[in-house]
C-alpha cells in the first residue's frame, strides 16, 4: 500500500507530507498515470509506502498539522482547504492475476456564511474559492446523474482529480456534517441541499 495526501488551497495543490514548508517553487500538477491506465495522480508529493496501522495514523496526524486552518466567528479550526487522502492498493491472487485500485478519502471544507463567519481579507478569498469548488463538483454530479456527452472534470482540480471516483468503475459515498443549533440553520439548510444536488442517482 502506498499512501499520499495533497490538499487543494485556493485552487492551488498542497502536499501535506511534505517536511517543508509550502513553495512556490514546487509545483504539483494532475496527470495521468502512465503505469495505471485511466488512474490520476499528483506530481512532486510524497509517496509512503504503509504497512501498519500504526504508520497509517502517524501520516494522518501529521498531515492534519499542515492543514489549512483559520479561526472564524463560527469555528476556532475552520478547514479552508479540501484534503484528499490517497491510499493506492496493488496485489496478486492464488491464479497470479493483480489487480490494484485507489481509495480516496475526501475532506471538503464547509461553506459557511460568510456575514455570521465574519470572513473578510484572505479568509474572504479561501470562502469564495471553497464555494466555487463545491458547484464545480455539484455541476459534475449533475452532469453525469443527467448523461450529458460533456462532464466538466477540469473545472476545478477537486474534480480533476477524483473523476475516477465519480465516474469510473467505482463507489462513492458522501458523508454531511450538520450542526442541530438552531443559530446554524441556514447553513444546516445549505448543506443538505448541496447533498440533494450531489446524490448519484
Known amino acids: 500500500m502506498e499512501a499520499s495526501f495533497p490538499e487543494i488551497y485556493n485552487e492551488t495543490i498542497r502536499d501535506l507530507l511534505s517536511d517543508s514548508a509550502p513553495s512556490k517553487a514546487t509545483k504539483h500538477e494532475i496527470r495521468r498515470d502512465p503505469k495505471f491506465p485511466g488512474q490520476m495522480y499528483v506530481t512532486n508529493v510524497t509517496p509512503t509506502v504503509v504497512t501498519s ?10 498531515a492534519a498539522k499542515n492543514r489549512a486552518v483559520a479561526a472564524t466567528l463560527c469555528n ?27 481509495l480516496n478519502l475526501v475532506d471538503l471544507a464547509g461553506s459557511e456564511n460568510v456575514s455570521r463567519s465574519g470572513a473578510t481579507g484572505e ?14 463538483l455539484s455541476s459534475v454530479v449533475m452532469a453525469l446523474s443527467k448523461k450529458d456527452q460533456h462532464i466538466p472534470f477540469r473545472d ?4 480533476y482529480l477524483l473523476q475516477n471516483s ?19 440553520f441556514q447553513e444546516t439548510l445549505c448543506s443538505l441541499r448541496f447533498a440533494t444536488k450531489v446524490r448519484l442517482k
Open 53 to 62: 496501522e500504526a504508520q497509517l495514523t502517524a501520516l494522518l496526524e501529521r
Open 76 to 102: 476556532e479550526r475552520s478547514s479552508c482547504s479540501h484534503s484528499v487522502f490517497r491510499l493506492r492498493l496493488a496485489g496478486d491472487n492464488k491464479t497470479g492475476q493483480s489487480c490494484q485500485g485507489t
Open 156 to 159: 476545478s482540480k477537486l474534480t
Open 123 to 136: 479568509q474572504l478569498k479561501d470562502a469564495k474559492s471553497i464555494n466555487r469548488s463545491l458547484s464545480s
Open 166 to 184: 465519480l465516474a469510473g468503475n467505482s463507489k462513492t459515498l458522501l458523508f454531511v456534517n450538520i450542526s442541530p443549533e438552531a443559530a446554524s
